[in-house]
């Protein structure tokens, strides 16, 4: 019988490779944020996306991903626990529907971000789950996920015959 521990490991993939010694950098950051005084700086802006309120600084990258023929579920940018520490996520993510399309955008979004990213793909799910790998690098990965779905809309479009 499987424990529900077991369980989860098989409904979710890691697809990034974040060497050890981020993960440990990782895990005293969340110590570090957990103990530190939490003053709101400025409030956490969201605006409707096709339906949706979804976080003010990921509009762009969710409307180039949309563009490029890449669904999205979930996304949130925080943005930052100097920002927000109470209406904040401690890490800006963006979750794609499974498809050759967001396949393809994994991919590259995992070799040019590199250890900033981490990625999960929920098998059960069907979709794909990109953060960002560090806490309080909420801005840093909006402006990764932008230039990176920027990028793979042109590609796309540069692949694509035109259309009379």
Same mark, same amino acid.
């Given at each position: 019988?499987?424990?529900?521990?077991?369980?989860?490991?098989?409904?979710? &993939?890691?697809?990034?490779? =974040?060497?050890?010694?981020?993960?440990?950098?990782?895990? =005293?950051? /969340?110590?570090?944020?957990?103990?530190?005084?939490?003053?709101?700086? @400025?409030?956490?802006?969201?605006?409707?996306?096709? *339906?949706?309120? &979804?976080?003010?600084? #990921?509009?762009?990258?969710? @409307?180039?991903?949309?563009?490029? *023929?890449?669904?999205?579920?979930?996304?949130?940018? !925080?943005?930052?626990?100097?920002?927000?520490? &109470?209406?904040?996520? #401690?890490?800006?993510?963006?979750? #794609?529907? =499974?498809?050759?399309?967001?396949? =393809?955008?994994?991919?590259?979004?995992?070799?040019?971000?590199?250890?900033?990213?981490?990625?999960?793909?929920?098998?059960?799910? !069907?979709?794909?789950? /990109?953060? @960002?790998?560090?806490? !309080?690098?909420?801005?840093?990965?909006?402006?990764?996920?932008?230039?990176?779905? #920027?990028?793979?809309?042109?590609?796309?479009?540069? *692949?694509?015959?035109?259309?009379?």
């Amino acid at each position: 019988m499987m424990n529900v521990h077991e369980e989860f490991e098989e409904q979710e &993939v890691l697809l990034s490779e =974040q060497p050890v010694h981020l993960w440990r950098r990782r895990k =005293q950051e /969340l110590l570090h944020w957990t103990e530190r005084d939490k003053r709101t700086l @400025s409030p956490k802006r969201t605006v409707i996306w096709n *339906g949706v309120e &979804v976080d003010a600084e #990921l509009v762009r990258s969710l @409307s180039l991903l949309h563009e490029a *023929g890449v669904q999205t579920e979930f996304s949130c940018a !925080g943005v930052s626990p100097l920002d927000e520490p &109470v209406d904040h996520s #401690l890490y800006a993510y963006v979750t #794609l529907i =499974q498809s050759k399309a967001a396949e =393809q955008f994994v991919n590259d979004a995992i070799l040019r971000m590199r250890n900033r990213l981490l990625v999960t793909f929920e098998k059960g799910r !069907g979709r794909y789950d /990109l953060s @960002s790998f560090f806490i !309080g690098h909420n801005r840093s990965f909006c402006w990764w996920m932008e230039r990176c779905a #920027l990028d793979f809309k042109r590609r796309n479009e540069a *692949g694509k015959p035109d259309v009379l």
